[in-house]
């Protein structure tokens, strides 16, 4: 039986967390125009632009390591309404602690853990973190970004004075819908009849 083939990372840069020195690591990423055409399409956008990312890497006590991140980018979007372009600027940041297996094992396999417990494990700035599990090989802080980026795309764009009406999509583009009459209304009127 084959397996199904795993997905190309469209914007991959990868760290390996053994090699990260004592000081940490500054890095600098921007994706390129190709890349940021695979992730319009995973992302089901109809632009994006440059898509800067800047990591900041670095270990802690107990085989623990700190990603935090910073992006933007500018993008466009078909309006829920209108379907028009929708051009929005993004820009957020993230923070991941990634511990040890070994630590996971240890300290979190209660499903109830105290919060003040976890926080005298991890630290006070735990809160502000999401918390992975250390993989075995690489860190791909590229697919991390993208990760978050995802999360900061309005589900639902709008273009500003947008009505809410529903809209059909023909050959020649966006039009209002027709509306059909609610059949309902033909019973209220019978009852309102004497």
Same mark, same amino acid.
């Given at each position: 039986?084959?397996?199904?083939p795993v997905p190309?990372?469209?914007?991959?840069?990868?760290?390996?967390?053994?090699?990260?020195?004592?000081?940490?690591?500054?890095?600098?990423?921007?994706?390129?125009?190709?890349?940021?055409?695979?992730?319009?399409?995973?992302?089901?956008?109809?632009?994006?632009?440059?898509?800067?990312?800047? !990591?900041? &890497?670095?270990?802690?006590?107990? $085989?623990? /390591?700190?990603? =935090?991140?910073?992006?933007?980018?500018?993008?466009?979007? %078909?309006?829920?309404?209108?379907?028009?372009?929708?051009?929005?600027?993004?820009?957020?940041?993230?923070?991941?602690?990634?511990?040890?297996?070994?630590?996971?094992?240890?300290?979190?396999?209660?499903?109830?853990?105290?919060?003040?417990?976890?926080?005298?494990?991890?630290?006070?700035?735990?809160?502000?973190?999401?918390?992975?599990?250390?993989?075995?090989?690489? !860190?791909? &802080?590229?697919?991390?970004?993208? $990760?978050? /980026?995802?999360? =900061?795309?309005?589900?639902?764009?709008?273009?500003?004075? %947008?009505?809410?009406?529903?809209?059909?999509?023909?050959?020649d583009g966006a039009?209002?819908?027709?509306?059909?009459?609610?059949?309902?209304?033909?019973?209220?009127?019978?009852?309102?009849?004497?």
């Amino acid at each position: 039986m084959s397996q199904a083939p795993v997905p190309e990372i469209e914007f991959s840069r990868k760290i390996n967390p053994a090699q990260v020195p004592v000081g940490g690591l500054k890095l600098d990423y921007m994706a390129s125009v190709d890349e940021c055409a695979a992730l319009v399409k995973r992302l089901k956008l109809l632009s994006l632009n440059d898509f800067h990312v800047e !990591i900041t &890497v670095r270990p802690e006590p107990g $085989q623990s /390591l700190v990603v =935090e991140g910073r992006f933007s980018a500018m993008l466009e979007q %078909a309006c829920v309404v209108t379907l028009e372009p929708v051009k929005s600027s993004i820009a957020s940041t993230f923070s991941v602690r990634y511990i040890s297996a070994q630590s996971e094992a240890e300290h979190f396999t209660d499903e109830d853990l105290d919060l003040d417990l976890r926080s005298d494990l991890l630290g006070d700035d735990f809160l502000g973190e999401d918390t992975e599990v250390m993989p075995d090989g690489d !860190i791909d &802080v590229g697919e991390l970004a993208t $990760q978050y /980026l995802s999360l =900061e795309i309005d589900p639902y764009p709008r273009k500003p004075g %947008a009505e809410s009406e529903p809209v059909e999509l023909t050959k020649d583009g966006a039009k209002p819908a027709q509306t059909r009459e609610n059949p309902f209304a033909v019973l209220k009127n019978l009852k309102d009849r004497p």
